[in-house]
């Protein structure tokens, strides 16, 4: 999809509930939206570090009739809003709003985007001009993991939101944080 060259940047792809927010089912109403303690610093930090920073997240809510694609981007536009007040920022969001069995309409379909598929990593690559093989997929899933790792890109698991549980089920060689913020403290001491 991409090769190295002196004009691909590097990325960091956060999966967004449970990683950068409380996780809440079908979150979609801005006043529900709450940031995991140290996010927007995470977030500041991988952009101090280089690194672009693109949120992936599967938003079946969408497909299943529960909100419509513009509640999503209001909820982002909210993440955008409170992020600049501490001095970070997110580089791109990308969503996927179908489910292969629960969707409706439109929405009722196999994609390439739902993650474990690696759809958005690689549409944001061709996009952003991004090096998959020189990026990160932070997320508390086994799914967020899984779509990182068929991108190319090194994974990282978060113990926030779902990823206590889904520790378990991991792969060897992916790297274990308590949060995005240590994360974020880990990854950009590598440089």
């Given at each position: 999809?991409?090769?190295?060259?002196p004009?691909?940047?590097?990325?960091?792809?956060?999966?967004r509930?449970g990683?950068?927010n409380v996780?809440?089912?079908?979150?979609?109403?801005?006043?529900?939206?709450?940031?995991?303690?140290?996010?927007?610093?995470?977030?500041?930090l991988?952009?101090?570090?280089?690194?672009?920073?693109?949120?992936?997240?599967n938003?079946?809510?969408?497909?299943?009739?529960y909100?419509?694609?513009?509640?999503?981007?209001?909820l982002?536009?909210?993440?955008?809003?409170?992020?600049?007040m501490?001095?970070?920022?997110?580089?791109?969001?990308?969503?996927?709003?179908?489910?292969p069995?629960?969707?409706?309409?439109?929405?009722?379909m196999?994609?390439?985007?739902?993650?474990?598929?690696?759809?958005?990593?690689?549409?944001?690559?061709?996009?952003?001009?991004?090096?998959?093989?020189?990026?990160?997929?932070?997320g508390?899933k086994?799914v967020d993991?899984?779509?990182?790792?068929?991108a190319?890109c090194?994974?990282?698991?978060?113990l926030t939101?779902?990823g206590?549980?889904?520790?378990?089920?991991?792969?060897p060689?992916?790297?274990?944080?308590?949060?995005?913020?240590?994360?974020a403290?880990?990854?950009?001491?590598q440089?």
């Open positions: 999809m991409t090769g190295t060259g004009t691909e940047k590097r990325a960091v792809f956060l999966d509930d990683t950068i996780e809440r089912e079908y979150l979609h109403r801005p006043e529900d939206f709450h940031f995991v303690a140290g996010a927007p610093e995470a977030i500041r991988f952009r101090e570090a280089g690194f672009l920073v693109v949120v992936v997240t938003q079946s809510g969408i497909g299943r009739g909100y419509d694609e513009a509640a999503v981007e209001e982002h536009r909210h993440m955008d809003s409170e992020l600049a501490t001095g970070a920022a997110v580089d791109a969001y990308y969503y996927c709003p179908h489910h069995t629960a969707g409706n309409g439109i929405y009722l196999e994609c390439t985007c739902r993650k474990p598929l690696p759809g958005m990593l690689h549409q944001a690559a061709a996009d952003l001009k991004i090096d998959l093989t020189r990026s990160w997929m932070v508390d086994l993991v899984e779509a990182g790792q068929r190319g090194m994974t990282a698991l978060v939101g779902y206590a549980k889904e520790q378990e089920a991991l792969p060689g992916v790297a274990i944080y308590d949060d995005v913020l240590s994360a403290r880990a990854i950009t001491a440089d």
